[in-house]
């Protein structure tokens, strides 16, 4: 079975700082796995997924993720946070073929940007 | 319209009343899904319905009863529901249900269960 550890429920940096949002996956095949971002008030949205292609996967906004296998994570980092970053990011994973309704969400890390 | 649109954005309703969420998706998607957002808790997957499967998740009180009557539409039945009921519904929806198929997500009903 997949599981998925999202390290820190609240992440807090400075403006123009590195962000770094820690995920470790658990999958006994290889795995699919996917970066959300939440805003207020809002559903969930698609910032960018691993699909065995490249370990380094750029998405929106100017984030990105990179796999890796020997340490099973998928950390989500952007250069320079700015204040509309502020946001709940949710990593998931789904287990090799498996359907999409397999999918495992983590618990979700809150990111603050101050000023 | 674009995207999934989910109407009411918010929903207070007492223990006794039925109400209905519904769901609408603008994608051409063929794959609609039912997830329950709490605090401090991770998504929970309610309901899937596409062509390739019908999931039902067996945790999920009998007290919330889906339909999904086209690809385009779901809705969520509720009825006699419970305070801890009380949480932020999202629908999705995907094309196809293969792992390489992301889910859209609408921007949920905040359900109040007084």
């Known amino acids: 079975a997949q599981s998925v550890t999202q390290l820190g429920s609240h992440v807090s940096v400075s403006e123009g700082a590195l962000v770094l949002l820690r995920c470790n996956y658990s999958?006994?095949?290889?795995?699919?796995l996917f970066w959300y971002v939440q805003y207020p008030n809002q559903g969930l949205q698609l910032l960018l997924k691993?699909?065995?292609?490249?370990?380094l996967v750029k998405g929106i906004n100017g984030f990105e993720a990179e796999f890796k296998k020997s340490e099973t994570s998928f950390h989500l980092t952007k250069p320079s946070a700015h204040m509309s970053d502020a946001a709940e990011y949710f990593c998931?994973?789904?287990?090799?073929?498996?359907?999409?309704?397999?999918?495992?969400f983590g618990s979700g890390t809150r990111l603050s940007i101050r000023p | 319209e674009t995207g999934v649109t989910q109407t009411p954005r918010h929903l207070v309703m007492g223990m006794t009343n039925k109400k209905s969420l519904k769901c609408e998706q603008h994608?051409?998607?063929?794959?609609m899904y039912w997830y329950k957002q709490s605090a401090k808790k991770p998504l929970e997957l309610m309901f899937v319905?596409?062509?390739?499967?019908?999931?039902e998740n067996n945790s999920v009180p009998s007290r919330f009863s889906p339909e999904c009557p086209n690809s385009s539409h779901l809705f969520l039945h509720l009825h006699t529901l419970q305070p801890e009921d009380s949480a932020l519904y999202l629908c999705?929806?995907?094309?196809?249900?293969?792992?390489?198929?992301?889910?859209?997500f609408g921007n949920g009903t905040r359900l109040t269960v007084t």
């Open positions: 999705a929806s995907s094309q196809g249900v293969t792992n390489n198929s992301p889910l859209h």
């Open positions: 999958s006994s095949v290889p795995p699919y």
């Open positions: 691993y699909t065995s292609a490249a370990t």
């Open positions: 998931a994973v789904i287990a090799g073929y498996s359907s999409a309704s397999k999918i495992i």
């Open positions: 994608l051409g998607h063929n794959a």
């Open positions: 319905y596409s062509l390739e499967e019908r999931v």
